[in-house]
């Protein structure tokens, strides 16, 4: 079955940067379109970023020139570097499997906390 296990979350000050992981197992890693995405308390989940096949990114604007999305296929695994934080970059982050756009697809991560204070 679908696996998406995520590490890498933690406590930041601002202006710092963290790396989140995560790990697919069950599909074709190199086939899939892989997303983050992001849900701070009281607000609803919001893309962040995805990476294709091509290994061609798109980013929501808030993080352009911040954040980087990548993937190493032979690990099964994508990365969502993160520079310059914010304390409004404070959320839950989740991976995704095969957004359309901005949509999600069905199969999630089980969430990484990342929180941005001094």
């Known amino acids: 079955q679908v696996q998406l296990v995520e590490s890498g979350g933690g406590l930041v000050q601002p202006g710092g940067s963290l790396r989140l992981s995560c790990a697919a197992s069950g599909i074709i890693f190199s086939r899939a379109v892989m997303g983050w995405y992001r849900q701070a308390p009281g607000n609803q989940r919001e893309w962040v970023a995805s990476?294709?096949?091509?290994?061609?990114?798109n980013y929501k604007d808030s993080v352009k020139g911040r954040f980087t999305i990548s993937r190493d296929n032979a690990k099964n695994t994508v990365y969502l570097q993160m520079n310059s934080l914010k304390p409004e970059d404070t959320a839950v982050y989740y991976c995704n499997l095969n957004p359309r756009g901005i949509v999600p697809g069905d199969y999630w991560g089980q969430g990484s906390q990342v929180t941005v204070s001094s």
């Open positions: 990476i294709y096949t091509t290994s061609d990114t």
